[in-house]
């Protein structure tokens, strides 16, 4: 366990006082271990001491390590500390001293973006969302924030009584909500630009869309105390000022109080006044001022590297390529999606050709994530968009066996190849899979983690079938449709370049500075044994962002690819995608809200912006 971060005195006065009603939470000094830790164990965080003073607006910043996780999970009363906050009072004196038979549990709420929607560890069908066909796919966004009052939808023997009773008024779809919850409701959907939304499928909505629905759910559950873990992240820069002054609004009415959990790539909102850094196995806390100017000390001395506020800057790496007269692998002309008289997408012209580099940008709900499903052919319309065509596998004698292998020399690598063009419909999905590589939050909520599960090798060997299941040897795929004298060689193509990719973005196997001497190949090798369940949320995204990466396909689309990812990962990305990632045809599609987050100079990258579901070039 690396050394705790000493805390320099300036930042202790706080700490010392007693806790009372005034005293939101209370950690004067303690180590936190798991549950069920025996004495002789190690801590997963040193002299740990936090005070939260009422009036003071807290963010609890991170590099993605999983300390805000801890500190979270502790005030959720899943870890232990030792020695225990002193009594009365405990951790939450705000609430256990007016009432000493209060639970504090029952008025904590918490919201997590770094964390899979969706419990368990089996795949789910993310694409549902396009067709809400199912009962439970058909709820309302209006419907879900009062779950108490939905019926099933088959005809009940006691409709008309529960009509009568006001518990369902059947012939509008409304509900009887009690007036000061509706007030509050309909106050939080105008603030949070959802009104428009309340009649759609839930699952319709997309992510940045959920992200507001969510925060939305847990302040109408009443806690006294909100947790916010990463809640920028996946919003667009309209609505990221306007959930951060709703935030504070609702932080200053101590209705509830919030605490936000951020990155430390992540913008600190100018309203919060303390800070909590975790790093090294221990914390700094304080006043917002006093706790950056001791980071920053900490740099200029050498000891640590950290990165507090977005700049926005633009990374200027190599030239991805040359641009232009590439083949052409997608063209969409004049298409268009609506739900009856809803218009998501209108006369959508886009061109990709081999060896771009594509920004798709937009606010949230502006389509992008419907026409990121048309292009990976998931969406039920791309099957009658007559503008739509897609890259299929050359009808060739070897091309059942050398185009899936983006890994084979010249001259059947798809790197040289030319995909001809055809409808969705006319492409089978295995196929469409293996061209069409992603990354998207969608995908890394539906990846199955059942328990013990895929190992990280195996999760990104997947990646050269596009499918979710690990087969053949080492997870290599079966390659039924490869001539059995050739498996040999492309299961050794496949295992040379999972190496690489594990190279590139595998990350330290143990704290520094005792990883210094770790090569790439150390670190891999440790890496891809790992079970992914039991990876924190940082190292699963790299895993699926490596398997998206892996078989070269010829298109590749990085949706919110930064999402939940620490700050080392971050770097180590950004150097893979500008320098060795992809070959020079590849297409390469990237979903980010911000021009900083683009991986490539201004130079190199094409723009593609949908506002209204109209697309601009």
Not at 177 to 189: M, N, Q, R, S
Not at 368 to 392: D, F, R
């Amino acid at each position: 366990m690396p050394r705790p971060l000493p805390l320099p005195r300036v930042l202790l006065r706080r700490c010392s006082s007693a806790a009372d009603p005034k005293t939101i939470i209370n950690i004067p000094k303690s180590n936190i271990y798991a549950l069920g830790a025996g004495s002789r164990s190690s801590p997963v965080l040193n002299d740990v001491q936090w005070v939260v003073k009422e009036g003071e607006a807290w963010a609890v910043v991170d590099s993605g390590s999983g300390g805000k996780d801890i500190l979270f999970r502790t005030l959720q009363g899943s870890l232990r500390l030792s020695p225990s906050p002193p009594a009365p009072g405990g951790i939450f004196p705000f609430l256990t001293l007016p009432n000493p038979t209060l639970d504090p549990l029952t008025k904590l709420g918490i919201v997590s973006f770094t964390h899979r929607r969706r419990a368990g560890g089996d795949f789910y069908d993310y694409t549902a969302r396009y067709g809400a066909v199912r009962d439970e796919d058909r709820v309302t966004l209006r419907q879900s924030m009062f779950p108490q009052y939905v019926r099933e939808r088959k005809p009940s023997p006691f409709a008309e009584e529960d009509r009568v009773l006001g518990i369902r008024k059947e012939e509008d779809g409304e509900v009887d909500v009690p007036e000061e919850e509706l007030k509050v409701f309909e106050e939080l959907v105008g603030k949070m630009e959802l009104r428009e939304l309340l009649d759609l499928p839930l699952v319709a909505l997309n992510n940045g869309q959920m992200r507001r629905v969510r925060i939305v759910k847990a302040i109408l559950r009443k806690p006294e105390l909100l947790l916010l873990d990463e809640p920028l992240t996946g919003l667009d820069t309209h609505a990221r000022p306007l959930l951060l002054t709703l935030l504070h609004q609702l932080h200053e009415s101590r209705a509830p109080r919030i605490i936000l959990g951020l990155r430390t790539q992540d913008v600190i909102p100018e309203w919060i006044t303390n800070v909590v850094v975790v790093r090294g196995g221990g914390v700094i806390s304080g006043e917002k001022g006093e706790v950056l100017e001791e980071v920053r000390k900490r740099e200029r001395d050498g000891k640590e590297h950290t990165v507090f506020v977005a700049s926005g800057d633009r990374f200027v790496g190599e030239r991805a390529g040359e641009k232009k007269g590439g083949e052409v692998l997608v063209k969409m002309e004049g298409v268009s999606v609506k739900y009856g008289p809803r218009v998501v997408l209108k006369d959508i012209n886009w061109t990709i050709r081999q060896g771009e580099r594509w920004h798709l940008q937009g606010a949230n709900g502006s389509g992008k994530t419907t026409l990121l499903s048309l292009l990976t052919g998931e969406h039920p319309q791309s099957w009658i968009q007559k503008g739509l065509w897609l890259p299929s596998i050359p009808r060739t004698p070897s091309s059942l066996s050398s185009t899936p292998e983006p890994s084979t020399p010249s001259p059947t690598s798809p790197a040289q190849q030319t995909y001809p063009l055809l409808p969705r419909r006319s492409i089978p999905t295995p196929h469409l899979s293996r061209l069409i590589s992603h990354l998207s939050p969608e995908l890394y909520d539906a990846f199955p983690r059942r328990h013990p599960g895929m190992s990280v090798w195996e999760a990104v060997a997947t990646g050269f079938d596009g499918g979710f299941v690990s087969k053949g040897p080492d997870g290599l795929g079966d390659l039924w449709e490869v001539e059995e004298r050739e498996r040999e060689r492309v299961w050794d193509e496949r295992r040379t370049r999972v190496w690489r990719v594990l190279d590139a973005l595998a990350p330290p196997s143990s704290p520094a500075p005792t990883n210094e001497r770790e090569t790439a190949r150390q670190r891999a090798a440790a890496f891809s044994k790992l079970r992914l369940s039991s990876l924190p949320t940082a190292h699963q995204r790299l895993t699926l962002l490596a398997r998206a990466l892996v078989a070269h396909a010829p298109i590749v689309i990085l949706d919110e690819v930064w999402s939940g990812m620490d700050e080392e990962s971050v770097e180590r990305v950004r150097g893979y995608l500008r320098g060795g990632a992809f070959r020079r045809n590849q297409a390469v599609v990237v979903v980010t809200h911000w021009v900083g987050e683009v991986p490539w100079a201004e130079g190199e990258v094409r723009r593609f912006e949908l506002g209204g579901g109209v697309g601009v070039v």
